[in-house]
């Protein structure tokens, strides 16, 4: 198994969280033997190689998770959701604020791995109070603040065109100011290029002010939707 097929299965929760490099490594090597000995075999056992196509099983006290062998099945850059992100001086992140929901571990980037969301009540005109849109994200897996520090680096390949229209923020990670504020951060276009920004929850969020939603990657499109529906 390389090292793609083990990022994958981190992904996905198939490994625990906070094991070693050479924890993990057991703990397929066991899953692994759980299978083979389940196995029952009456002819003689031969060695073949698998087809390039053909799935690995890791046997699990769950149902079984298949890693296809193809190394185009996970391709990208891969980001680190859970680990600490920026922090500008005199903010906070205190765990009792943030969304249960939120996007954590390794997402791997790709052209439609993320979404805009609106919640109905920014749509038509319509306006919601931070504080109350927090409580309607409960259950998206909203993007944190990692992924939008991680696209400034390199705004002009990380940033979909479709962001351009829309003030996008990243409400899995939801910041204390020093003045006691919630807030939460954003990526905006102005005059001069790309860069972050911030709302406190006290302000109203419209159809401008989508989500950043974290969503696995469904194809091989090489290339960024035309749209957040696309």
């Known amino acids: 198994?390389?090292?793609?097929?083990?990022?994958?299965?981190?992904?996905?929760?198939?490994?625990?969280?906070?094991?070693?490099?050479?924890?993990?490594?057991?703990?397929?090597?066991?899953?692994?033997?759980?299978?083979?000995?389940?196995?029952?075999?009456?002819?003689?056992?031969a060695t073949i190689a698998p087809s390039v196509h053909e799935p690995v099983v890791i046997a699990r006290s769950e149902?079984?998770?298949?890693?296809?062998?193809?190394?185009?099945?996970?391709?990208?850059?891969?980001i680190d959701c859970s680990a600490p992100p920026y922090i500008p001086d005199g903010w906070v992140?205190?765990?009792?604020?943030?969304?249960?929901?939120?996007?954590?571990?390794?997402?791997?980037?790709?052209?439609?791995?993320?979404?805009?969301?609106?919640?109905?009540?920014?749509r038509n005109g319509g306006q919601i109070r931070g504080f109350d849109l927090k409580g309607i994200l409960e259950g998206q897996p909203v993007l944190p603040a990692n992924v939008l520090d991680w696209q400034l680096e390199d705004p002009n390949s990380r940033i979909p065109p479709y962001f351009q229209k829309d003030t996008v923020f990243y409400w899995g990670t939801v910041y204390c100011d020093r003045g006691g504020d919630l807030c939460v951060r954003c990526l905006d276009l102005s005059?001069?290029?790309?860069?972050?920004?911030?709302?406190?929850?006290?302000?109203?969020?419209?159809?401008?002010?989508?989500?950043?939603?974290?969503?696995?990657?469904?194809?091989?499109?090489?290339?960024?939707?035309?749209?957040?529906?696309?």
């Open 1 to 45: 198994m390389d090292a793609t097929q083990i990022e994958f299965l981190r992904l996905i929760g198939a490994i625990p969280r906070g094991l070693t490099v050479t924890e993990e490594m057991e703990f397929i090597r066991r899953q692994l033997a759980k299978t083979a000995a389940s196995r029952t075999v009456s002819a003689p056992k």
């Open 63 to 78: 149902p079984a998770i298949i890693v296809p062998q193809s190394r185009s099945a996970v391709s990208g850059p891969i």
């Open 191 to 230: 005059g001069v290029g790309w860069d972050w920004g911030w709302y406190g929850l006290g302000a109203d969020w419209s159809v401008v002010n989508p989500a950043a939603v974290g969503w696995p990657p469904r194809s091989s499109r090489t290339t960024w939707p035309a749209s957040p529906g696309a």
């Open 93 to 122: 992140i205190r765990p009792e604020d943030q969304i249960a929901s939120a996007f954590r571990g390794r997402l791997i980037w790709t052209p439609d791995c993320v979404r805009l969301h609106l919640a109905n009540g920014q």
